[in-house]
């Protein structure tokens, strides 16, 4: 284990004493389950009190970087993410890019096109008889008018969930499921007061027949028309909007 020490300024201590040490577990100089030092060694090195040591470490163990344990053999200990916790903390940060307004709607589109047209590809050859029940499933669930906005559109998030997950390709996976998770709600309640859900429903219909059908090309053409027709449904949204602010 290798932990490098260095100096810190008197500004928000906690966060840089954090960096510092997730840097150190990024570039591998701290390995999954390696021990930290004490909290009162940590002050000693850093030269603060034990205070600001606890809050650095609060701040590690929030983005699951660290977990402690007590007793004779307790500690701080680095942890070894899951590829759910990684998957979660992409989803945050790029949510949070997208608040930000540092992706253009166009962007999001494009890269959900690109993405889930290569999964589409991949799940039209390995997809199971239980993948595409639970696909089924979700769409019956889009069919009931009773549903609310948000309900539908959290269905419709898991629906494309499933097509990532069908994939069986893990890596493309993990990056689709980031991207499904944090851009596509987003564009979903921007343009749900436009879109028809009959639409969506239909073209859910066909990319389901499509994998049924083992045909990736098919599936596809029908993703191309829906991310068409929820952008254009989101230009609408921005549209009135600018209308009704004029």
């Known amino acids: ?22 840097q150190a577990i990024i570039d591998g100089s701290l390995k999954a389950d390696d021990r930290l030092p004490t ?11 034990r205070p600001t040591i606890r809050e650095a470490l609060k701040r590690l163990g929030a983005q699951n970087l660290i977990r402690s344990r007590r007793g004779p053999t307790g500690g701080t200990f680095v942890n070894r993410p899951s590829a759910m916790d990684l998957s979660d903390a992409l989803t945050s940060a790029t ?13 999001i589109a494009q890269t959900r096109l690109l993405l889930e047209s290569n999964c589409l590809r991949l799940a039209a050859e ?24 948000e309900q539908f559109c959290a269905s419709d998030v898991r629906f494309h969930r499933l097509i990532a997950e069908a994939a069986g390709n ?6 689709m ?5 944090a851009l596509q709600p987003i564009s979903n309640m921007v343009t749900s007061r436009y879109m028809e859900r ?17 045909n990736g090309d098919l599936a596809c053409d029908v993703l191309a ?22």
Do not use: C, W
């Not at 499921?177 to 998770?181: A, D, G, L, N, P």
């Open 198 to 214: 009959s639409v969506i429903i239909d073209q859910h219909t066909r990319i389901l027949n499509a994998l049924q059908q083992k």
């Open 177 to 181: 499921f980031s991207v499904i998770e």
């Open 39 to 49: 909290e009162g060694e940590l002050a000693v090195r850093y030269q603060v009190s």
């Open 126 to 149: 390995h997809i199971s008889e239980v993948q595409l029940e639970l696909l089924q499933r979700e769409l019956e669930q889009q069919q009931d008018i009773t549903l609310a906005p």
């Open 170 to 175: 893990a890596l493309l996976s993990f990056i």
């Open 95 to 107: 949510t949070l890019l997208v608040s930000m307004d540092a992706f253009s709607m166009e962007d």
């Open 1 to 22: 284990m290798s932990l490098e020490i260095e100096p810190v300024a008197q500004r928000s201590l906690p966060r840089q004493i954090a960096d510092q040490i997730r």
């Open 225 to 246: 028309e829906q991310v068409s027709y929820l952008t254009e449904m989101t230009h609408q949204a921005k549209r009135n909007k600018a209308g009704s602010s004029a």
